[in-house]
Structure formats: structure tokens, C-alpha cells
């Protein structure tokens, strides 16, 4: 019988305990299967912080290191510069990234460390107890604003593709998502290109993904995913916000839109 699909050996055999609907095991499936492809798996490095991203270095089949909450660019920076020959990349949440870790995210990219980082974006804080973060939506309930985000009282989301396209040192910026199979297709993609920006040594590399998080959410797997549809992508609009390859044109410096 001829195979027409195996199980990539850029994951392990530990089975996820992910909750139901959440997107994390399709993002490390995707980081798996592009570090294989590219044959640069025995050489990569993942850096994993605290909180649900955590898990990561018990499923994609590389080595990895775990670090204090927000410092992921930071270690993956220091690895790279004292083994460069190793592909280091980052995978961390939106707390974790964009609130605690929003120094050395702007500062790396800044500098333009070559490292790439994999950002799940699902608006909220999730192994912590479902807290507001810096992404989380206006008039979106958490824990800690049970009457739902408040533009006088808590601001307004954070951006972070918008945010780091404004720095010379960020080379490859995409925002995508993994609420349907077209868009998963695409977050390859993008993942597969941050990843050839740091083998091709052109500096900082970030894949931000619009995730759903059913649990902390309090809705089922699919009202999830619509959430991610009509509530996420409106606000955090999906695209290439900065591609080396496009330097010197006018479009660099504003989103693009990914190609079908």
C-alpha cells in the first residue's frame, strides 16, 4: 500500500495534553515538520518559558532549554551568539511575550539577534488562570476584568507585528492563524520563511499566531474558533508586516498581504 502521510519526525511519540480546541499542538506539528524539512533539526535549539508554551520541549524533537518568564529572546540570544552554527528560535505566549518579556523582545529585535520566535497569540493568559494580557480583546472577559477589558481602565491592545515593523532591525514579521486549514497552510509558510531568514543570517525573525484558547475563554472548540475569526483577525489583521527580501521598497515598511 503506498504511504500518502507519516507522522513527522520533528515531533516526539509523548502525546499532547493540550485542552481540547487549543492551537498549540498544531503550531509545535507545524514548527516540527519545517525544522525536519529544512534539515536543520539536530541543530536546533528551542527556548520555552513558563506557562502553557512550556510543553513544547516534550514534543518537538529537538533540544531545548526553559527559561524564567519573558526572558526567551534573551537566553535564545546569548545561545546563538556563543553557538552560531545552531538554529535557536523562541515559542512563547502573549503574557509571556508582550507583557513581562516586552524588553527583550523590542530589544532583540532592535539589535537584530538572529534568532526567530514562534508568538501564540490567544489573548489571554492560560496555565495561569486566564488572566488579562496585553493582546486581550475590548470587551473581552478575564479574570482579572470579569466585565471585560475597558479602554479607560486597562488601554487598548497591544500589537506587536505593527510594533516591531517599525524597527530597522526586524527582518521578517508575519502575523497568521490556525483557525482553518487554509490559514494553517500559510502559518507553514511563514514559520518555514522566519526559519530560512536565520539560516540565511539576515537577522531577527518573529511568526506571530492568532490561537484559540477554549478553555480560559469558557466556550466550546468551535465558538472558539469563530471568536478567532470574527473578534481576533479584525483587530490583529493577518500579513506580512516586514520581509528582508522586500528592503528598499516602500512596501517593507507596511503590512503586506500574504500570498494565496
Excluded at 481540547?20 to 515538520?33: F, N, Q, S, Y
Excluded at 538554529?87 to 539577534?113: C, K, P, W
Aim: proline share 6%; aromatic share 6%; with cysteine.
Amino acid at each position: 500500500m503506498k504511504k500518502v502521510f507519516e507522522k513527522t519526525n520533528g515531533l516526539t511519540d509523548v502525546p499532547m495534553r493540550y485542552c481540547p480546541g487549543c492551537g498549540h499542538g498544531i503550531a509545535h506539528r507545524l514548527v516540527g515538520e519545517v525544522i525536519e524539512e529544512l534539515g536543520v533539526r539536530e541543530r536546533t535549539i528551542a527556548v520555552v518559558p513558563v506557562g502553557c508554551s512550556v510543553f513544547l520541549d516534550e514534543y518537538v524533537n529537538c533540544d531545548g532549554i526553559q527559561g524564567p518568564h519573558g526572558r526567551g529572546p534573551a537566553i535564545a540570544t546569548g545561545i546563538k551568539r556563543t553557538h552560531p552554527e545552531c538554529i535557536v528560535f523562541s515559542y512563547q505566549g502573549d503574557g509571556d511575550l508582550a507583557s513581562i518579556g516586552m524588553a527583550e523582545t523590542i530589544h532583540s529585535a532592535a539589535r537584530s539577534e538572529n534568532i526567530t520566535i514562534v508568538f501564540i497569540n490567544n489573548a489571554i493568559y492560560g496555565m495561569t488562570g486566564g488572566q488579562m494580557a496585553p493582546t486581550t480583546l475590548i470587551g473581552m472577559r478575564a479574570t482579572t476584568c470579569p466585565s471585560g477589558r475597558s479602554i479607560e481602565v486597562n488601554g487598548y491592545p497591544i500589537r506587536m507585528c505593527e510594533l516591531l515593523a517599525t524597527l530597522p532591525g526586524a527582518s521578517y514579521l508575519a502575523r497568521t492563524s490556525v483557525d482553518k486549514p487554509a490559514n494553517i497552510i500559510k502559518t507553514k509558510k511563514a514559520i518555514k520563511k522566519a526559519f530560512e531568514t536565520q539560516i540565511q543570517k539576515k537577522g531577527f525573525s518573529m511568526v506571530e499566531i492568532l490561537s484559540p484558547c477554549p478553555t480560559d475563554w469558557g466556550m466550546t472548540p468551535r465558538v472558539a474558533l469563530k471568536r478567532v475569526q470574527n473578534e481576533m483577525i479584525p483587530y490583529f489583521p493577518l500579513g506580512v508586516y516586514r520581509d528582508w527580501e522586500s528592503r528598499g521598497k516602500k512596501e517593507d515598511d507596511v503590512k503586506v498581504a500574504i500570498e494565496a
